[in-house]
């Protein structure tokens, strides 16, 4: 079945490191998203990765798969006050439906 | 290179009453997506579009909403008549031919239903 959770909330001090962690569970997934929204604004994809890759790195964003495990995380490093969203997890299954977590809100504070 | 385009952002209505939003999809863009965004969960694809023809409206609730896209652009989403659990944001996205997840998203029209 299709179904991505997400823990609901994340509080970080300005400059630390942010991870956010998904746990999906459909093991034919091919991609996995991390989309980010901000407060009246829609998503916004920020990395993927393919289902069988282990890790993704882009600037200061690093994505592990652990597909065993069927977890997804997101590693901001130097997290900023502009970092402050709600992040959504997705997954994709051999076609360009998405399906997405119920996201976590990054708060984060100086 | 423009964005998605959505309006009204904003919409309240009473019960059993209709409505229609609208989106302009970013130019060359073939398939469109309509998703329901709940307060606190994740968007929930209702309808989605190749060009003017219907990919996947698995999730859309037939009885009371209806979605077009003629000429395969612009697209328009109805609610005839709306319940009080239509309260949502609702998303337009749109991505190219073959780009797999990478959707574009619109701002959103957030509805209110009383």
Redesign the interface.
């Known amino acids: 079945g299709e179904d ?1 959770e997400q823990s609901l909330f994340l509080s970080v001090r300005e400059g630390d490191s942010s991870v956010i962690n998904c746990t999906y569970t459909d093991s034919s997934s ?2 996995l ?1 991390w989309y980010k929204q901000e407060p ?6 920020l990395t ?1 990765i393919f289902s069988n890759m282990d890790m993704k790195q882009d600037q200061r964003l690093t994505v592990l798969l652990n597909k065993k495990d069927k977890h997804l995380s997101l590693r901001i490093a130097d997290t900023q006050t502009g970092d402050s969203a709600i992040y ?1 997890c ?1 997954e ?1 299954i051999a076609t ?3 399906i ?4 976590t809100r990054l708060q984060v504070f100086p | 290179e423009a964005g ?1 385009a959505q309006s009204p952002r904003y919409k309240i209505i009473e019960k059993r009453q209709s409505v229609a939003f609208w989106c302009n999809p970013i130019s060359g863009h073939a ?1 469109l997506y309509w998703y329901q965004q709940i307060l ?6 209702l309808i ?1 579009f190749q060009n003017n023809g219907v990919v ?1 409206d698995s999730q859309l609730p037939k009885d009371r909403f209806s979605a077009e896209r003629l000429k395969g652009v612009d697209s328009t989403l109805k609610i005839q008549p709306a319940k009080l659990e239509d309260s949502a944001v609702y ?1 337009c ?1 749109s ?1 190219a031919q073959g ?10 029209t957030r509805l209110t239903v009383t």
Do not use: H, I, R, W
């Open positions: 991505v091919t991609y998203y009246g604004a829609g998503l916004q994809l993927y959504f997705a994709s360009d439906k998405l997405f977590g119920t996201g | 998605v398939t606190g969960q994740g968007p929930k694809l989605q996947d998303l996205a991505s780009a797999l997840g990478e959707q574009y998203f619109g701002p959103g």
